[in-house]
């Protein structure tokens, strides 16, 4: 859902500029995203995996160069796509130093910046509802997460939360910005878009007037159900969203698409199983990365090199589907391999779309990030042993 702004005032000179604020109903969550009119780089604030076909189209409909996709916390109630925005829009992942997130490869600290264009935004570290959350300031607007919901706050009962630190963080962190700063929460479960410091500090329930201990007892009888999500969803965050590594017992066996994807193509597969079939004959194996990443990093033998973007623009490959069709000529089903395993998700939906039985290979040619933001050692085609080659 797109509120009430049109690509066009955001182009306008001399308007108030205001981020694009996105909803995800399921989990009544916002996203936003802002960018500096004149070099189109753009940031995204807390990305949903469900909503990922909605923010390309919106990056695409404003001319945007995602640079940053930036979450807040690790998110209990539903899955970020900022591991698939940095696969398909090439942005960079940056995340609070306190949440864990390793896949992430800027981890902020308080005060720190980063930089879209000519624009800024500013980590200002805000721990209660967990204890790494961030809000983040961008010239007068606050993003604030789950610390500071309108008339409301975000809940401290699980993931390392404390009511008292999110006390210290409403009174002593955001409700020391100006008042007439505009607050964009990361949920509202009543409808309402936006407030700003002033209201909350003099209207917000919870906190507005009470003392610290008057805070602390409100919010341990809230008696809140767990969020449905949070089992799922925890872990997958603490990765970006990014598919975990085929975990043994499925090792041999195809897995359906996550729920999200369900039916838009045939499945997810091992590395392993991949080159099983391969081997059988009964697959044929597609290489989705760019030629160049074949070249420079190393390539399957007998692998066909069916490339979905080229780099250095990353654009489409206008060649994918003829290509893609030469491939399964044989009537084979095909398995495709990408740097990660989430490029070749989105091909694979497009063989299906063509009529071909596509299957993705989970962890793809160099595997997940690690802790240190590094790939190779987690997981990956090199690092089950199977075969491949530099030049
Ligand atoms: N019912 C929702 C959970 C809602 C929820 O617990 N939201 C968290 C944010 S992740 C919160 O802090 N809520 C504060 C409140 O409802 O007052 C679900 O199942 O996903
Ligand atoms: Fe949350």
Known sequence: MLLDY????????????KPIQLFDPASCTYTYVLFDPASRAALIIDPVQEQIERDLATLHDYGL?????????????????????????????????????GTAGTQLAHGDVLRFGAETLLALHTPGHTAGSMSYVWRE????????????????????????????????????????????????????SHSTIAQEKTGNARVAGKTEAEFVAIMEGLNLPKPRR?????????????????????????????????GTYAGDVSPQLAWQWVQAGEAVLVDVRTDAEREWVGFVPGAQPVAWKQWPGMAPNPQFDAA??????????????????????????????????????????????????????????????LPWRQN
């Open 324 to 385: 893609i069709r030469q491939a399964a000529a044989g009537g084979h089903k095909l398995v495709l391999l990408c740097r990660s395993g989430v490029r070749s998700i989105v091909a694979a939906q497009r063989a299906t779309e063509l009529g071909l039985t596509a299957y993705n290979i989970l962890e793809g040619f160099e595997g997940d990030l690690d802790a240190q933001a590094q790939r190779g050692r987690k997981g990956g085609w090199r690092q089950h042993g």
């Open 65 to 101: 160069n995602l640079i940053w996709a930036v979450e807040t916390h690790a998110h209990a109630d539903h899955i970020t796509s900022a591991g698939q925005l940095a696969e398909l829009a090439g942005a960079r992942m940056a995340a609070p130093a306190g949440c864990g997130i």
């Open 141 to 192: 607007h606050v993003f604030t997460g789950d610390t500071l919901l309108i008339n409301g706050c975000g809940r401290t009962d699980f993931q390392s939360g404390s009511a008292n630190a999110l006390y210290h963080s409403l009174t002593q962190v955001l409700f020391a910005l100006p008042d007439g700063t505009t607050v964009w929460p990361g949920h509202d479960y009543q409808g309402r």
């Open 230 to 262: 949070i089992d799922e969803a925890v872990p997958a965050n603490l990765n970006s969203g990014i598919r975990q590594d085929a975990d043994g017992a499925l090792l041999m066996q195809a897995r359906p698409p996550a729920p999200a994807h369900l």
């Open 6 to 17: 049109s690509p066009h005032t955001h182009t306008m000179q001399g308007r108030a500029m």
